[in-house]
């Protein structure tokens, strides 16, 4: 079966720090990865998407950057950390072909300082 | 872009009571899904609807597709405390092969004891 890992879980940075967020699917090949961001209360926004290696597309302008090293890992990332980056990320999987269907992950709290 | 709606965007009920929350779209969808994340959690796929006029069970969970794939509900008969938590419905974006979804802003339930 499946499994979506993502880490850390919670996460405390001061403005103007760097982020790395992690996300790794076991158990699919070539799947089609996603983050999310889920601000307090409020819905999903779409950040990125990729599918396959390299290829990263951005749905928002930030100062956010996503990286896909490999075929099961997805890597966000900031060089520079702002208030307004706090949230909920989440890491998704869905299958590479057919009717895209959002598997997440459990989830990244970051808390902006 | 394509926009999909959730109405209503909370609702508290007394346990036992019935619950429903609608999904519109602005296009027509090739298929939608429902998603309900509990407190502190993440998103977990719950179904996925592709035939117009499409019904299907979970339990007390029903799920309608409309006749124009343009519109969805969920209703939960006799909610109970488990069903707590933000149902989103979602659409995969219009054009050939879109990778992305789009989530409505959900429906956070309250289920009073």
């Known amino acids: 079966s499946q499994t979506i890992h993502q880490w850390p879980a919670t996460l405390v940075q001061p403005v103007g720090s760097p982020l790395s967020l992690e996300c790794t699917v076991e158990?699919?090949?070539?799947?089609?990865l996603y983050w999310y961001r889920q601000a307090a209360g409020r819905g999903l926004q779409l950040l990125f998407y990729?599918?396959?290696?390299?290829?990263i597309s951005s749905e928002v302008p930030q100062n956010l950057s996503a990286s896909r090293p490999q075929d099961r890992q997805f890597i966000l990332s900031s060089k520079k950390l702002l208030l307004s980056d706090s949230g909920f990320y989440l890491c998704?999987?869905?299958?590479?072909?057919?009717?895209?269907?959002?598997?997440f992950g459990p989830g990244t709290r970051l808390t902006v300082t | 872009g394509q926009q999909v709606m959730q109405i209503p965007q909370y609702q508290h009920v007394q346990e036992g009571e019935d619950f429903t929350t609608y999904c519109n779209s602005s296009t027509t969808l090739s298929n939608i899904q429902w998603y309900k994340q509990r407190p502190g959690g993440h998103p977990v796929f719950l179904i996925q609807?592709?035939?117009?006029?499409e019904v299907k069970k979970q339990k007390r969970l029903t799920f309608q597709f409309g006749e124009a794939k343009k519109n969805s509900s969920l209703h939960i008969t006799a909610t109970q405390t488990t069903d707590v938590g933000t149902y989103f419905c979602a659409g995969p974006d219009s054009g050939a092969g879109s990778y992305q979804l789009t989530f409505g802003k959900g429906t956070k339930l309250s289920v009073i004891p």
């Open positions: 158990g699919t090949s070539n799947p089609n």
């Open positions: 998704a999987w869905s299958v590479p072909q057919g009717r895209p269907v959002g598997y």
């Open positions: 990729s599918v396959g290696i390299g290829q």
């Open positions: 609807l592709v035939k117009s006029g």
